[in-house]
C-alpha cells in the first residue's frame, strides 16, 4: 500500500517542549513538504525539502526545523521558540514537477 | 490583496443539488489551478486540476477557468451526502531548486443534506 503515514494522529505538549511529528512516505517521491493548517487560514508551508540532505524555510518557518537523512522520511520538530504551535499539521510528497499528496496529518495541542 | 481568496462557507444544499465552489486569484501569471477536497480531520486529497483556462470534466466534477476574470470554479452534479467536506482550491508556484509550493485559499465547507 503505497502512501504518506504520518504520527501521532494527535499530540499534546506542555508549553516549552520541543516536540517531534514523524512524515514517511513509500510513493519514492524525492520533494516533501510540511504544512499548517488553522482555521479560516488555510494551508500554510513551513518547509520543504527537493532531496535528501537539503532542505529550504517556507513561509512561517520561525519556530520550527526539519531534516532529511533519508528520502523517506522528513520529520518536523516544533520547538519552544514557535508562539502559536497549536495546530493541524500536514506532510506532503511529489514527484519532480507533479501533483503534491498529503498524509492524514497530525493535530498538535500545547497547553 | 491575498494570493488566493476563497468564501470559507458554510454551503449547504439538498442532496442531489448542482454546487458551485469558487476562488479567485490576484497574479494573472498563475496557470495551473488544482482543486482538493479534506474530510474532517483528514489529509487533503486531489480532486482536480487544470492548465490555462477552459474546463475540464470527471465524472459529476467539472473545474472551470476564467483567465480574463481571475476566476476558478468547480461544480459537483447531483451532490451526495458523501460529498460534505471542505473544498481547497490551490495554486502551484515555483520554489528555489525547483519543485512548487502549493498556496491554499482557506477552503469551502460544503454539507449536503439528505
Known amino acids: 500500500d503505497g502512501g504518506i503515514t504520518q504520527s501521532p494522529k494527535y499530540l499534546f505538549r506542555k508549553e516549552g517542549q520541543n516536540v517531534t511529528l514523524s512524515c514517511e512516505q513509500n510513493?519514492?517521491?524525492?520533494?516533501m513538504y510540511w504544512y499548517r493548517q488553522d482555521p479560516g487560514q488555510g494551508l500554510r508551508l513551513i518547509y520543504y525539502?527537493?532531496?535528501?540532505?537539503?532542505?529550504q524555510k517556507g513561509d512561517i518557518a520561525e519556530g520550527y526545523s526539519v531534516s532529511r537523512e533519508k528520502k523517506e522520511s522528513f520529520p518536523l520538530t516544533v520547538t519552544s521558540a514557535q508562539k502559536n504551535p497549536t495546530a493541524f499539521y500536514l506532510c506532503?510528497?511529489?514527484?519532480?514537477?507533479?501533483?503534491?499528496?498529503f498524509g492524514p496529518g497530525t493535530r498538535l495541542t500545547v497547553t | 490583496q491575498k494570493e488566493v481568496e476563497q468564501d470559507p462557507g458554510p454551503l449547504s444544499v439538498p442532496e442531489g443539488a448542482i454546487v458551485s465552489l469558487n476562488c479567485t486569484y490576484s497574479?494573472?501569471?498563475?496557470?495551473?489551478f488544482m482543486w482538493y477536497r479534506q474530510y474532517s480531520r483528514k489529509g487533503p486529497e486531489l480532486l482536480m486540476y487544470t492548465y490555462s483556462s477552459g474546463n475540464k470534466e470527471d465524472g459529476r466534477f467539472t473545474a472551470q477557468v476564467d483567465k480574463s476574470s481571475k476566476y476558478i470554479s468547480l461544480f459537483i452534479r447531483d451532490s451526495q451526502p458523501s460529498d460534505s467536506a471542505t473544498y481547497l482550491c490551490a495554486i502551484p508556484q515555483g520554489l528555489t531548486g525547483g519543485g512548487n509550493k502549493l498556496t491554499f485559499g482557506t477552503g469551502t465547507q460544503l454539507k449536503v443534506e439528505l
Open positions: 506532503a510528497s511529489s514527484a519532480p514537477g507533479r501533483e503534491q499528496y
Open positions: 510513493l519514492n517521491h524525492d520533494a
Open positions: 525539502s527537493q532531496i535528501v540532505n537539503d532542505f
Open positions: 497574479n494573472s501569471a498563475f496557470q495551473y
